[in-house]
């Protein structure tokens, strides 16, 4: 079996695998400048806790520095991954504006709930591995979080709309 029966025969598994694949471009962004963020911009301040709606970023899992950090390196690597994702895995020639729409409130929802679940898991995280490797793995569980949430609502709704 070719290449393109293997894509043709299993064309969802395929876009999925994409998905992901492509996915990792916005995950390199996001990373990139998390660690811009965290390690460097906002380093002075992790001491200074947001406690502000349901999120809680206290002093012991990074406080400001990493609020700043998650907010601004989500919101980087959700323009990128809508540019990537629109334009080759999905290849959606849907109303270019309306799809932006529909992807900013599915954003912002995904936006709440990965600035929130830091809140949750974060302190157990950081006080078994540490600010430095706590941070690491609470962003990874947060990504993973995003695109469970991300691919079946880009498949069947922001790119189809």
């Known amino acids: 079996?070719?290449?393109?029966?293997?894509?043709?025969?299993?064309?969802d598994l395929y876009q999925l695998l994409k998905f992901l694949v492509l996915g990792l471009i916005a995950s390199v962004v996001e990373f990139l400048v998390f660690a811009l963020c965290n390690y460097v911009l906002f380093k002075g301040v992790g001491s200074s806790p947001v406690v502000w709606f349901i999120f809680n970023y206290t002093s012991a899992n990074g406080g400001l520095c990493a609020f700043l950090s998650m907010a601004i390196s989500y919101a980087a690597a959700?323009?990128?991954?809508?540019?990537?994702?629109?334009?080759?895995?999905?290849?959606a020639k849907n109303n270019a504006l309306l799809s932006a729409f529909l992807y900013t409130l599915m954003v912002l929802g995904t936006y709440v709930f990965v600035m929130w679940l830091p809140s949750?898991?974060?302190?157990?995280?950081y006080s078994a591995l540490g600010s430095g490797a706590g941070a690491i793995v609470v962003k990874i569980i947060c990504q993973t979080s995003s695109a469970l949430i991300q691919y079946p609502l880009n498949k069947f709704v922001v790119m189809k709309a």
């Open 120 to 125: 949750l898991i974060g302190p157990g995280i």
């Open 1 to 11: 079996m070719g290449f393109k029966t293997f894509t043709e025969k299993h064309a």
């Open 78 to 91: 959700q323009i990128t991954n809508f540019i990537v994702q629109r334009k080759y895995t999905f290849k």
